[in-house]
């Protein structure tokens, strides 16, 4: 049963998915015809869902419908979320165009941030392998409130937010807005990171030095490749708290991986950045070594074993979520300590206990 595997079971289902990666990553190196399937019904069931909960299972519908030894029912259901995330990304794709129209009539100028900027940036040769959630922008602060009402004019709507906070915690986006046909939401930020997670990236100087690409027809602005990966580091570790929990989302390190391929930028290069705090320096070098997982990285040694070891003990032991969560609650308090006048409003008090019973709940991975 799913609920009795053990700690060794979990590693090698995350291992068998990170080999199936290696050759979406790089399929010179690792051919896809290699792959093993494995022979259990129950097996196949939890590699499934692993995929489905790593969010990678459009990416991996690329990679295994030619595999001999993969069920036809598991390529069905892949061939499936390909076409359907690949509809949806579609209509993605049209909002962002339609943003980015939007926008520079204005005078505006936005930078696209995370999975909108791997789209359009052209980092997924076939943009229907990436799942996305929503469209991510940045521009000057005092541009967001424009570029609100610019959205609004076409179609985009603000929907229900959270009940008010005295002291908000995500002090870093506008409430996200989202078009009422199409379903696309999109979150306009006015700082790249929230002020909890520290101030390793600048949003002036990220804007300054963006970069413009080409896809389909229109040209977007994107953040440089080394920008990209410290925010994907930041975000992904810190911010979603992956490092506290010793797992990762391979969905996040696969963008990682794909940025890193072609071995433009180094650890060393991000790491010797001066706005880097000095007690967030660990999550963000482990978080980078975990490229690693996916093939030949950039980064060899003693560091990059560290990582995998740390990542590979935090999956088969997976840490208590009371910890997690107590661990989560005084971060947020040592970094925001006006942030405990929230938990006194009783509007927030139903949120804080579908988070608390959400949190508590038994790790998938």
């Given at each position: ?22 050759s ?29 909960g ?17 069920p ?5 259901h ?59 922008l940045?521009?000057?602060p ?28 995500n ?11 199409t379903g ?16 390793a ?24 490749i ?13 911010t979603?708290g ?12 696969l ?9 433009e930028?180094s ?7 001066r ?31 560290r ?33 405990i ?25």
């Open positions: 049963m799913i609920d009795r595997e053990t700690g060794e079971e979990r590693w090698r289902y995350f291992l068998w998915l990170c080999t199936a990666l290696k979406f990553v790089d399929p010179a190196q690792y051919p896809a015809q290699t792959i093993e399937w494995p022979a259990s019904p129950g097996e196949t069931v939890r590699l499934v869902e692993m995929m489905d790593h969010k990678i299972s459009p990416a991996l519908a690329s990679i295994l419908g030619d595999v001999a030894t993969v036809s029912e598991v390529k069905d892949l061939h499936a979320v390909h076409w359907l995330n690949g509809q949806r990304n579609d209509t993605i794709l049209a909002g962002i165009a339609t943003i980015g129209r939007q926008l520079a009539m204005q005078g505006i100028d936005a930078i696209f941030l995370k999975g909108a900027a791997s789209l359009v940036s052209g980092l997924y040769t076939d943009p229907a392998t990436r799942f996305l959630g929503d469209i991510d940045l521009v000057a005092q541009e967001a409130e424009g570029a609100s009402r610019a959205l609004m004019q076409c179609g985009f709507t603000e929907i229900a937010v959270k009940p008010a906070s005295l002291f908000p915690r002090r870093h986006h506008l409430a996200m807005q989202r078009n009422p046909d696309v939401g999109v979150e306009i930020h006015f700082a790249v990171l929230a002020p909890m997670s520290g101030a990236l600048d949003g002036e100087a990220l804007r300054r030095s963006a970069v413009s690409v080409s896809f389909r027809g229109s040209t977007y602005r994107v953040p440089t080394e920008d990209r990966v410290l925010h994907n580091v930041i975000h992904h570790q810190i979603d992956f490092y506290h929990r010793r797992s990762c989302s391979l969905r996040q390190i963008d990682l991986a794909l940025l890193r391929r072609d071995g930028v650890t060393q290069q991000i790491l010797q950045r706005d880097i705090p000095a007690k967030q320096r660990a999550a963000i070098e482990h978080g980078i070594h975990l490229t690693a997982i996916l093939g030949p990285s950039p980064d060899s040694g003693e560091l990059v074993d990582a995998i070891r740390r990542l590979e003990h935090g999956i088969r032991r997976p840490r208590n979520h009371i910890g997690i969560v107590a661990k989560s609650y005084l971060h947020e308090l040592r970094s925001r300590p006006l942030g006048v929230n938990f006194l409003l009783p509007s927030r008090w139903p949120g804080r206990i579908r988070h608390l019973r959400s949190a508590l709940k038994r790790p998938h991975y």
